[in-house]
């Protein structure tokens, strides 16, 4: 994740997108070592700050970095005014950490704010007005899962209409499988999203066929490879092609 | 008719806080004082009876709302109106709207050291911000404040209501 240990002397875990910018992440290295925030030792906050931020710009938008590196930017630059040796006489001159402490603290106060009024708005959301519970909508069929047992759809499958009565010339009866309709329905499936049932039992004229057709999308929706629905009962059964089946 | 059961229809009916000068809307013998005294009445009505309900003052306004130990119950019903919760930012940013308005976004920049275009424009969309006026000078930029949402969204009564900074719990506060 986008946990780093600070290459200083304290071990730090710092988590630099949980901040709510430089200032949040600064606040925090200040105040979870009890550094007194009037006499920063700004050389060591630097050097946990950028290592802290070290490879932001990959974890964080441009923008967003270039908060945190524009923060590294000012904490170098005021290292470096502290370096400079200051003049007899002088002694009164500002202290160049002063700018940012009173940000620092500026900051530190609304960000307390904020967790008051987070709990205020927890405390809020316990209350309830009118209107919060809705008129449940009628439920659409459409999005209704199909759920029916396996008698009442054979039900349904065996309710179609009947083939004409001139029966063909008696042959040898070729055993019909679940697994050759299976395959079937995978090639019908391939050239199209979703097949209506009708349409893909009637090129055969007996029972046979459909029951067989039907207990194979039957066994190729328990499998999940295809998903089933019917918008109402006695409509049009529709078999779709499932997810994540391309490569058959 | 009976001044606190007026009250009482007006406050049950209401979606939204109502102002006592609203409710008097209801009656012309109805005044804003008689109200809350109606309001108050009705508090200790509900009290005594243990309703799961109470009226609580939010905004200038008041409003019928659940008790809060049977929010647990009515989270089952999985409402669209459900109140989302604000990011950590959106709060940080009202906060600073609330306590510096009219306020103007470099100034909420400065302040959290972050871009908050962004936020500023989800809190105006949710109606928590609003743009009070502009700024005199280079740009006149807009300058935001809070609304009214504002205070129901965290159940305050007034800006009044919000911390006071000696109130706060900040850390190792060296004197100077």
């Known amino acids: 994740m986008g946990s780093r240990v600070a290459e200083s002397d304290d071990h730090f875990v710092v988590d630099i997108e949980r901040f709510q910018g430089p200032l949040d992440l600064l606040l925090h290295l200040i105040r979870s070592q009890d550094i007194d925030i009037f006499d920063i030792p700004i050389a060591e906050i630097t050097a946990q700050f950028i290592a802290a931020i070290e490879g932001v710009e990959r974890r964080l938008t441009l923008e967003h970095a270039g908060e945190f590196l524009e923060m590294a930017a000012t904490l170098v630059r005021i290292k470096a005014q502290m370096l400079l040796p200051r003049r007899e006489g002088l002694l009164e001159a500002e202290d160049p950490r002063s700018e940012l402490v009173r940000r620092l603290l500026e900051y530190e106060l609304f960000r307390e704010v904020a967790y008051v009024l987070g709990d205020a708005e927890a405390e809020r959301a316990l209350h309830r007005g009118k209107g919060y519970v809705e008129p449940r909508p009628p439920a659409d069929l459409m999005e209704l899962p199909l759920e029916l047992a396996i008698d009442e759809f054979l039900e349904v499958a065996l309710a179609l209409p009947a083939p004409p009565a001139k029966r063909p010339a008696r042959a040898p009866v070729r055993p019909i499988t679940v697994d050759e309709k299976i395959e079937l329905w995978f090639k019908a499936l391939k050239q199209k999203a979703r097949v209506p049932f009708g349409s893909f039992i009637r090129r055969w004229k007996t029972r046979v066929h459909a029951v067989m057709s039907f207990l194979a999308c039957l066994e190729l929706a328990k499998r999940g490879l295809v998903r089933l629905r019917q918008e109402r009962p006695f409509g049009t059964l529709w078999i779709y092609r499932g997810e994540g089946d391309e490569d058959r | ?176």
């Open chain 2, 1 to 176: 008719m009976k001044a606190t059961r007026i009250v009482e229809a007006v406050l049950f009916a209401s979606e939204t806080p109502l102002a006592p000068a609203e409710i008097a809307r209801a009656s012309s013998d109805l005044t804003p004082a008689q109200v809350e005294e109606a309001i108050g009445e009705l508090c200790r009505e509900y009290e005594r009876e243990e309703r799961a309900f109470q009226i609580y003052p939010l905004g200038d306004g008041y409003q019928i709302l659940t008790r809060p130990e049977y929010a647990t119950y009515l989270e089952r019903f999985d409402s669209i109106t459900r109140t989302q919760r604000l990011s950590r930012a959106a709060v940080e940013t009202l906060a600073i709207v609330a306590y510096r308005q009219p306020v103007s976004r470099l100034e909420i920049e400065e302040l959290r050291g972050v871009n908050v275009a962004g936020v500023l424009r989800n809190l105006q969309e949710r109606g928590l911000i609003e743009v009070v006026e502009r700024a005199e000078g280079l740009g006149r930029p807009l300058l935001y404040g809070t609304t009214r949402r504002f205070l129901d969204h965290f159940g305050l009564r007034s800006l009044e209501d919000l911390p006071r900074p000696e109130d706060l719990q900040i850390t190792l506060r060296a004197e100077r």
